[in-house]
């Protein structure tokens, strides 16, 4: 099946700093990949969808100049969590959707976040 | 919006069958999907279903029944590997038909 990657698997850093999430999809080309957020015992949100080549769409309550995302090519796409704080401290999970596949999503590991 | 609902938690035996459902209420609908997820771990699809009726998968099974807004996930023969949350999610044609939004999840208990 497809493959998903993202980098880091997990993450530490103070409070106020900034933290870049990579999702790379291994061995197909994702037009568009979505960017879920998940609390302990919650289910996925989704943050935002992001399209290859254009602005990220992102969902109400969400904001972008903090959660900065850049899908640069087909199979990478990045989220910046800037000035972080402790409340940003979850489970990010990346998704990705090939483009001749309109029945699924393939997600990555997942990327947890701790804020101190 | 979206009201997707699944109960929290199951508990069933090794060997068993269970049944998982899902209610929803969406505008429009554009696909329903089960997947699995472990702790720590991220979600792994499970199962599609668009159309009305049952699609088969092993030990898994998925139903949909569009006008009552309702799907089920059937899993037979439980191991305990099957411990694990459930996640509902449905697609609809809003936001360019891609976005998924999910269920709370059912944590399911496999005993011996």
């Known amino acids: 099946g497809a493959v998903v990657s993202q980098h880091p698997s997990r993450v530490i850093c103070k409070s106020g700093t900034s933290v870049k999430i990579e999702c790379r999809s291994l061995?197909?080309?994702?037009?568009?990949m979505f960017w879920y957020r998940q609390f302990p015992k919650q289910s996925l949100m989704l943050m935002a969808t992001?399209?290859?080549?254009?602005?990220?769409?992102?969902e109400q309550g969400v904001e972008k100049d903090k959660f900065l995302i850049n899908h640069a090519s087909l199979t990478l796409s990045t989220l910046t969590v800037t000035s972080a704080h402790p409340e940003d401290s979850s489970f990010y999970i990346c998704?990705?959707?090939?483009?001749?596949?309109?029945?699924?999503?393939?997600f990555g590991p997942g990327t947890r976040l701790l804020v101190l | 919006g979206q009201n997707i609902d699944q109960p929290t938690e199951m508990t069933a035996t090794e060997g068993a069958i269970v049944q998982i459902n899902c209610t929803y209420q969406t505008s429009g609908f554009n696909g329903l999907f089960w997947y699995q997820q472990h702790a720590g771990e991220a979600p792994t699809f499970l199962s599609y279903?668009?159309l009305d009726g049952l699609e088969e998968k092993g030990r898994f099974s998925s139903f949909l029944s569009r006008s009552k807004g309702y799907s089920y996930l059937l899993l037979k023969e439980l191991q305990m590997k099957d411990s694990a949350s459930y996640l509902c999610?449905?697609?609809?044609?809003w936001g360019g038909g891609n976005k998924l939004t999910f269920g709370t999840g059912t944590q399911l208990k496999v005993e011996l």
């Open positions: 279903n668009v």
């Open positions: 999610a449905v697609r609809d044609f």
């Open positions: 992001s399209n290859e080549g254009s602005k990220a769409t992102y």
């Open positions: 998704s990705a959707r090939p483009g001749h596949n309109q029945e699924t999503q393939y």
């Open positions: 061995d197909f080309q994702a037009t568009t």
